[in-house]
Every structure is written in structure tokens, then in C-alpha cells.
């Protein structure tokens, strides 16, 4: 029940293209749900959050969008360019602050 | 912009040997953390600390593992007795505040690898 589903497990996407990575979750009690962005050799740093009372929050090229009845969130990214190419986490926490992780999505953006 | 920092980027270690990995958080946060990846895999929570206290820790984070506070600054990891599977990323992060939607800010890592 504290697992987070994510998938692709990878993705290659041309520039310009939209870039879109899914995850689920089961445990109800979660209530922040935030996107991660790793690159090699770094550590992962926050790209967008959502909180389940609103079904779509954008920032930039960057939307996540939240589906609460079905217990799934999903990143597109619009317009990818190649120095998206990162692995993305997507991650589901509640009030203890716990970040419990998806797979990752190692995503590529050809030029 | 401050940032958490970590040291040592790599630590190699015999089995059974003791190591300390440390990590200064950002210094107005009061809410830390340890995380893992195995390479190729997820990012797994270990422990989180406040008031100098565990306030959480994970099936993994058993009796080998160790977490301190020892001057206000540092927090560190301790693994009492490395074993092969040890071997991973070792991720600390920290927050202003605890909270499900504080965000928690992450060092590069130490990778640890068990000879």
C-alpha cells in the first residue's frame, strides 16, 4: 500500500515532442505528490508538486496532472529539448514527510 | 542559492568495516533525512531526524545503522558493519519544516561501495 507505480521505465521523445510519464498510487493517506528530476552524478531536485485538491497545476513547460478518483498523477512535459534528458521520480508523501519514490523514467530527448 | 552538501562523494570499504557518511544540511531546516539507491533502482527512504530524534526510519534502516546530530551543523549516517548489499547511493535531504508538502531538498550523494 506504500508503493508508488511509475512507469515508462524509459522514454525517448524528439525535441518538440510531449514527454509523458505516469504513476499510481494505493494508500489514500497520501497527500502531496511531487516530480523529481535527477541528473547523472546529482541529487534529485524538485520540479513540480501537487497537493490533491486541484486537478492540474503548470508550471512552465511542466504540467502534472491528478486524477484523485483513480489514485494516478502523470508529468507531460511540452516542448521537450535535449537538456530535459534526466531520470524523473515521480513520489507520493503525507504528513510524516516520508517521500516514498517511483522507479524513475529515464527520459531522452533527441535533437 | 544554499544547498546540502555531502561528504565523501565515493567511500570504499571492506565488509564488516564501520563507515560514516556525513552530511550538512541547509541551516535554517530542522527536518532531515537519509535515502538510498541501489543503482538502477529506486530511491528508498532510511530514517528522518528532528529535535535529535528519529522520528522515523524504514525496515531497512535496522540495528547496523545509526543516525547523529553531534554539533549543530553535521548529520551524520553511521553503518556499523558494511555488507556487500550496502553498496548504493546514499542521499541526505532536509527540510524547513515537516510537512507532506515542504519540500525537501537533496544532497549529490556519497556512493558507498562494499568490497
Known amino acids: 500500500q506504500q508503493q508508488v507505480k511509475q512507469s515508462p521505465q524509459s522514454l525517448i521523445v524528439q525535441k518538440g515532442g510531449i514527454s509523458i510519464i505516469n504513476c499510481a498510487y494505493e494508500n489514500t493517506a497520501f497527500d502531496y505528490f511531487p516530480w523529481y528530476q535527477q541528473f547523472p552524478g546529482k541529487g534529485p531536485a524538485l520540479l513540480i508538486a501537487i497537493r490533491p485538491d486541484v486537478s492540474e497545476k503548470k508550471e512552465g513547460r511542466f504540467t502534472i496532472s491528478f486524477n484523485k478518483s483513480a489514485k494516478q498523477f502523470s508529468l507531460h512535459i511540452m516542448d521537450s529539448q535535449p537538456g530535459d534528458s534526466a531520470t524523473y521520480f515521480c513520489a507520493a508523501s503525507s504528513n510524516t514527510g516520508k517521500l516514498i519514490f517511483g522507479q524513475g523514467t529515464t527520459l531522452q530527448v533527441k535533437p | 542559492e544554499p544547498e546540502v552538501t555531502q561528504t565523501p562523494s565515493h567511500q570504499v570499504t571492506q565488509m564488516g568495516q564501520e563507515v560514516i557518511l556525513r552530511c550538512v544540511p541547509i541551516?535554517?531546516?530542522?527536518?532531515f533525512y537519509w535515502y538510498r539507491q541501489i543503482l538502477g533502482q529506486k530511491v528508498e527512504f532510511l530514517v528522518s531526524f528532528y529535535n535529535n530524534e528519529i522520528s522515523e526510519k524504514s525496515e531497512i534502516f535496522d540495528d547496523q545503522f545509526s543516525v547523529e546530530r553531534p554539533d549543530g551543523s553535521n548529520f551524520t549516517l553511521k553503518i556499523r558493519s558494511t555488507k556487500l548489499e550496502d553498496s548504493a547511493m546514499y542521499f541526505c535531504?532536509?527540510?524547513?519544516?515537516?510537512?507532506?508538502?515542504?519540500?525537501?531538498?537533496f544532497g549529490p550523494g556519497t556512493r558507498l561501495t562494499v568490497l
Open positions: 535531504a532536509s527540510s524547513e519544516v515537516l510537512a507532506a508538502y515542504n519540500e525537501q531538498f
Open positions: 541551516s535554517n531546516h530542522l527536518y
